[in-house]
C-alpha cells in the first residue's frame, strides 16, 4: 500500500479544486441587470416592434453622469435598441419606411436628439456609423414629478391612426408622434364601398359616419351618412344616438339632447339598460352646455 503524506494528500485536494471550480462556477446562473424586453403594439393597421433592454437606477444618477450630457448614448443597454415598423409610418411628421432601424439618442439638458440607423447588428454603440442614420431629430425633454427607476420605452395615447413613443428614465420622459397610414387607407375603403351598390348598407353608413365623427373629419358628410342608415335600417337606439353626437359637435346641443332622449328610449325598449346609462351621461353633459 502506497502511503501519501499529509503534504501531497492537500496538494492533490488543491489541484482537484482548481480543475473542477470552474466548472461548478459556470453552471452558476445570474440574473442579468438589464433584462431584455420586447414590445409590440398595434397602431391602426401597423405593428409597432421595440426590443431593448432595460437598466435601472440603482441608487446612481443617470442623467448628466452615468449618461453624459451631449454624448450619443445607446438608449438601453447591452445590444442595440431596435425598432421596427411593419408599415410605412411618419415620427414627428418626418417619414419613415417599414422595416427596422437601432435607436440612439444624445441626451441634453434641454433638448434631446433622436437617431435612427439603418444597421441593427450593434452591440451598444460599436460599430457605429454616422453614414447609416436614416432620421435625426431633436425634441424638448418633459422632466417628472417622480422618479422612474426602470428605463421604460412604451406607445401610449394610441387613436385609431396615431400613438405616441415615450422613452423614460429617473425624471426624464421624450415624447415622439408616430403617424400611421390608417387614415388613408380607411377613407380608401370608405369611398370604395360607398362606390359600389353591394356595400350600401346600413352598417357601412353607420361605421363611415363614425369613424368621420371620431376623427373630427367632414361631419356634414357623416350627418349625410347616418341618416342614409337610419333610413335603410330604421331608428336604432346606436344610429340615434351617434346622429346626437354629430348635433353635439356642431354645438346644437338641444337638437342633441332630443335624439338622445329618443336613442335612450330605443335602448331601454330593447332591453339595452346599459347602453341607456351611457346615453343618460351624455344627456346630463349637453345639458348643462
Known amino acids: 500500500m502506497i502511503m501519501m503524506s499529509k503534504n501531497v494528500k492537500w496538494t492533490i485536494l488543491v489541484l482537484i479544486a482548481v480543475f473542477i471550480a470552474p466548472d461548478l462556477y459556470s453552471q452558476i446562473q445570474v440574473p442579468p441587470l438589464s433584462p431584455k424586453s420586447t414590445l409590440v403594439q398595434k397602431v391602426g393597421f401597423t405593428d409597432i416592434t421595440i426590443t431593448y433592454s432595460r437598466p435601472s437606477l440603482r441608487g446612481r444618477v443617470i442623467f448628466g453622469e452615468l449618461v453624459p450630457f451631449n454624448q450619443m448614448w445607446r438608449t438601453g443597454a447591452n445590444e442595440a435598441t431596435v425598432v421596427s415598423f411593419s408599415d410605412p409610418v411618419t415620427i414627428n411628421g418626418i417619414s419613415v419606411p417599414r422595416g427596422y432601424y437601432s435607436l440612439f439618442t444624445i441626451p441634453g439638458e434641454d433638448e434631446w436628439e433622436v437617431i435612427l440607423n439603418d444597421n441593427i447588428f450593434l452591440f451598444g454603440l460599436r460599430g457605429y456609423k454616422e453614414s447609416e442614420d436614416y432620421l435625426r431629430l431633436k425634441v424638448k425633454p418633459d422632466f417628472l414629478s417622480y422618479h422612474v427607476e426602470t428605463f421604460t420605452i412604451d406607445i401610449g395615447e394610441i387613436t385609431q391612426t396615431t ?28 369611398e370604395s364601398a360607398l362606390d359600389n351598390p353591394m356595400g350600401k348598407m346600413a352598417n357601412t353608413y353607420y361605421s363611415s359616419a363614425a369613424y368621420y365623427l371620431e376623427n373630427h373629419k367632414d361631419l356634414d358628410k357623416a350627418l349625410e351618412w347616418i341618416d342614409k342608415a337610419i333610413e335603410i335600417n330604421g331608428e336604432e337606439s346606436t344610429y340615434v344616438f351617434l346622429k346626437a353626437r354629430i348635433y353635439g359637435e356642431f354645438d346644437d346641443y338641444g337638437k342633441s339632447i332630443d335624439l338622445a332622449k329618443k336613442a335612450k328610449k330605443l335602448a331601454l325598449a330593447s332591453k339595452n339598460d346599459s347602453f341607456a346609462g351611457i346615453i343618460e351621461k351624455h344627456i346630463s353633459k349637453w345639458e348643462k352646455m
Open 163 to 190: 400613438a405616441t413613443l415615450m422613452l423614460s428614465w429617473e425624471n426624464t420622459m421624450i415624447k415622439l408622434k408616430v403617424g400611421t397610414n390608417a387614415d388613408t387607407r380607411i377613407i380608401n375603403e370608405i
